[in-house]
């Protein structure tokens, strides 16, 4: 269970002298640590828990085990978050990104007492911490930049106007990264919505807090709601629900776990779904993170018109 | 003058304009009477010692045999490729790689005219389409592909691209040469090794690209074209060796592969099925969209993936567009392939002559209103009168399943939003057509269309430098231009 520490506290004098009596100790206010769908944290419809604990020992919270329900909520919050999401100005969608970065540096102080309840030594969560506010404006940066990367004007050798440029590809369905729990999740969810998609995505099951708490940075950041759904549980229960639901468009896995990529690739099939790996990616390094893990979920859309051939103009014009 | 209503002049075909046939030559094709195996530069003959007849589907007659190959063939050609990707190809210096293409896309071009006469013969289609679409283009594929093979530095920036090894590449028969060039020409500019199967009922064109393969001097095992049908390809994609399956077919035969090589560490993309939406708003100019209809449901019998099956027409000129379609319709001339007047020609096999009926009894079981042309059809091969559909539903099989075909449907609308929600309401997302005179509501429907290639004021056009493939259950990967170079690549 968290924490019950009981603060100390003293007489406190107040100014105009007269002795105050404040209780000696405090009781804290848990959080209760709850899934985040459609920009509402409801509990999860199946009513089961679990409780994380820590190397000493200690119980991190009562944490909601999702279950496919949850997941098809999920789904029809993202799905229904699309077109608005995937419609907006590019510049908006950096604007809020980086509006995500801001309230995470806000709470930093949070997420790096809960990364230590984790496990983190403090100057590990630190550094974590850092580097998902960073990654944060770095993907903020991009989302109105990686379409001229990637994108091209095809010159046709027939008289038409041709290009292509990428799209994004529509609801994503996400296990994160199971050992970085916030840098992870963060690197994983910033490319996939800078590149207009929404999601669903899975948090840590061992290392759940940052997580939830993270909603909460999304809930305060304009994102809206549904762009970005995180449930907690087990990737054993869900991943198959995520390779085999039909309005699934891609799904992203980053463990090294043979049987259930295969597994990912295998289901994928029944809508051709794009499958995305990220089994060999150092989340601390530079390679952590580039334009290319946006293009991963990105569609290249080619458009054509004629040109109108209109004699007179010559050479000359 | 008695007052005249626009547009109800009916275009009259039938009288004076009889054309006479003007059949294009077969002498110029050879064609011999057996094809072997082309392994490691040479033609050899299948350990199965099996052949199976290709026929000419206009009048069901035997063209050639071909080799059937089994597992220890697809190992042989296998092994020829990665001997040739470890020891030859992927060592060669870019510039040289890119002279070999280069060289294959010449010796197309001198051959272009044998080359479409094949393809006719073989396939079905329109002569006219052999020769000034599917041959020219497939060598202009090569030839922009070459170019590629020493730039590829300026291709992804940040990045280096490396080969991927030995490719598997499984083509259909709507297009054979065409495809065959779309996969090889990128695959082998990249430094690739390929083993290529062309369909059980098209190799032939595949069988004499391997002969110019050959002639220019290509090292031997760089391409490798072996013949065969379901379980050739099938031994391609499970074949341990191969690193990259590219794969253009149907939707159902995809999954199936998709599901085959998980749990390997190949690479895939994937080309598959379509029921492209083609949308006439009131403004448009009817009549180029009509004609633009015709090519997008008509072109090459209805046999292409990206086809612009299902035709959603603006309410207000829903009549005037339909009685267009019809008068159209009648002046479409189906028979000989080899006759350059032909605008449709044969169905490319028995069995997909059957699905097609198949398809027209269910629209007709549905309840759809079912328009054909009036032509007669020759006396044998296989063929299929152009056939439209009216009053169908947006739930009706034949509004649904792709058919193939030179099988139309017909719906209306009345809102943008309406026809957005209805183009997209498919599991496919290969393709879209849009008409109107309106650039505003062009940007607006190409945007919102879940499809990787839009035609608005166009349909069916097709080139090198343009990517083509699909969203969702139409596939993924691109082929064409420069972002189909990531198909064969690993960025590192």
Redesign the interface.
């Known amino acids: 269970m968290a924490k019950t520490v009981i603060k100390k506290s003293n007489i406190h004098i107040s100014s105009n002298g007269m002795e105050k009596h404040i209780p000696e100790k405090r009781l804290e206010v848990l959080k209760t640590y709850k899934i985040y769908i459609g920009g509402q944290f409801p509990r999860t419809e199946s009513g089961r828990y679990y409780v994380p604990v820590n190397k000493s020992g200690k119980k991190l919270a009562n944490v909601c085990l999702s279950s496919r329900k949850d997941f098809r909520d999920a789904m029809e919050s993202a799905r229904g978050a699309f077109g608005g999401w995937s419609g907006r100005a590019a510049f908006n969608r950096g604007q809020i990104l980086y509006r995500m970065a801001e309230m995470l540096e806000g709470r930093k102080a949070q997420f790096i007492d809960e990364l230590i309840q984790q496990d983190s030594t403090a100057a590990q969560a630190e550094v974590e911490v850092n580097l998902a506010i960073d990654r944060l404006i770095y993907y903020a940066g991009w989302c109105d930049k990686y379409q001229q990367?990637f994108s091209?004007v095809?010159?046709?050798?027939?008289s038409?106007f041709?290009f292509?440029v990428p799209e994004p590809?529509?609801v994503v369905a996400v296990i994160a990264p199971q050992n970085d729990s916030l840098l992870g999740l963060v690197s994983v969810i910033a490319p996939v919505i800078a590149g207009g998609n929404t999601c669903v995505v899975l948090g840590s099951f061992d290392k759940p807090l940052c997580c939830v708490t993270f909603a909460e940075v999304l809930n305060s950041s304009d994102l809206p709601g549904g762009v970005v759904n995180i449930l907690t549980g087990k990737s054993s229960e869900l991943a198959s629900w995520f390779a085999e639901h039909m309005d699934v468009?891609a799904v992203v896995y980053c463990e090294k776990d043979?049987a259930t990529?295969?597994?990912?690739?295998?289901k994928?099939?029944?809508?051709?779904k794009?499958v995305v790996l990220y089994d060999k990616v150092n989340w601390y390094s530079d390679a952590g993170q580039?334009p290319?893990f946006i293009n991963d979920t990105q569609?290249?859309?080619?458009?054509?018109?004629?040109i109108e051939n209109i004699g007179g103009g010559g050479s000359k014009y | 003058m008695a007052k005249t209503k626009n547009n109800t002049l009916k275009l009259q075909f039938d009288t004076t304009w009889n054309y006479a046939p003007a059949p294009e030559s077969k002498s110029i094709a050879s064609i011999k009477p057996r094809y072997e195996l082309f392994i490691n530069g040479e033609f050899v003959k299948p350990s199965s010692k099996k052949y199976f007849d290709t026929i000419n589907p206009a009048n069901e007659e035997k063209l050639s045999e071909v080799a059937d190959a089994n597992a220890a063939d697809i190992d042989k050609a296998v092994k020829a490729a990665r001997t040739a990707y470890d020891k030859v190809w992927s060592k060669m210096p870019a510039k040289e790689r890119a002279k070999y293409i280069y060289r294959i896309a010449r010796m197309m071009q001198e051959r272009a005219r044998e080359f479409a006469v094949i393809e006719s013969l073989d396939g079905g289609k329109p002569i006219r389409e052999s020769r000034d679409f599917d041959v020219p283009t497939a060598a202009?594929h090569f030839f922009y592909y070459a170019g590629w093979a020493d730039k590829l530095e300026y291709a992804f920036?940040?990045?280096t691209a490396v080969p991927l090894g030995v490719a598997g590449q499984i083509i259909p028969w709507n297009f054979p040469l065409l495809m065959a060039a779309w996969k090889v020409a990128p695959a082998i500019a990249t430094g690739n090794t390929v083993v290529l199967k062309p369909a059980e009922t098209t190799p032939l064109t595949a069988l004499k690209l391997a002969e110019i393969i050959q002639e220019a001097d290509l090292p031997p095992g760089v391409v490798n074209i072996i013949t065969g049908a379901g379980a050739t390809g099938a031994a391609i994609v499970n074949h341990p060796d191969i690193d990259k399956i590219a794969f253009t077919g149907s939707?159902d035969v995809?999954?199936?592969i998709?599901?085959a090589?998980?749990?390997t560490n190949k690479k895939a993309t994937?080309e598959?099925g379509g029921k492209a939406a083609n949308i006439i708003f009131e403004d448009a100019p009817l009549d180029q969209a009509v004609e633009g209809v015709i090519n997008g449901i008509f072109f090459n019998q209805g046999h292409v993936c990206c086809a612009g099956s299902r035709l959603y027409v603006q309410e207000s000129v829903y009549k005037t567009v339909l009685r267009k379609l019809k008068d159209r319709l009648e002046t479409l001339i189906v028979g000989d392939p080899l006759d350059k007047n032909t605008d449709i020609g044969a169905i490319n096999s028995k069995q997909q002559l059957e699905t097609i009926h198949k398809y027209i009894k269910i629209g007709q079981q549905e309840g759809a209103e079912m328009f054909q042309s009036s032509c007669a059809l020759p006396g044998k091969g296989y063929f299929c009168r152009p056939t439209l559909f009216t009053n169908v539903a947006q739930s009706s099989r034949i509004a649904q399943e792709e058919i193939f075909g030179p099988v139309l449907t017909i719906q209306t609308f009345r809102t943008e939003d309406e026809v957005i929600e209805k183009a997209n309401n498919t599991?496919f997302g290969l393709s879209a057509g849009v008409w109107t005179d309106k650039g505003s509501k062009?940007f607006n429907m190409?945007t919102k269309m879940?499809?990787?290639?839009?035609?608005?004021?166009?349909y069916n056009?097709f080139?090198p430098?343009?990517?083509?493939?699909g969203?969702?259950?139409?596939?993924?990967g691109?082929e064409g231009?420069?972002?189909g170079l990531s198909a064969y690549v690993n960025?590192i």
Do not use: C
């Open positions: 990367i091209a095809n010159p046709v050798a027939s038409h041709n292509s590809t529509g468009n043979e990529q295969k597994m990912f690739k295998e994928s099939a029944v809508n051709v794009r580039s290319y569609e290249i859309k080619t458009t054509w018109h004629p | 202009n920036p940040n990045r939707t995809g999954k199936i998709q599901k090589i998980a749990g994937l598959l599991p062009i190409t879940r499809a990787g290639v839009v035609w608005a004021n166009t056009k080139d430098t343009s990517p083509f493939g969203y969702k259950e139409s596939g993924y691109r231009g420069l972002h960025l």
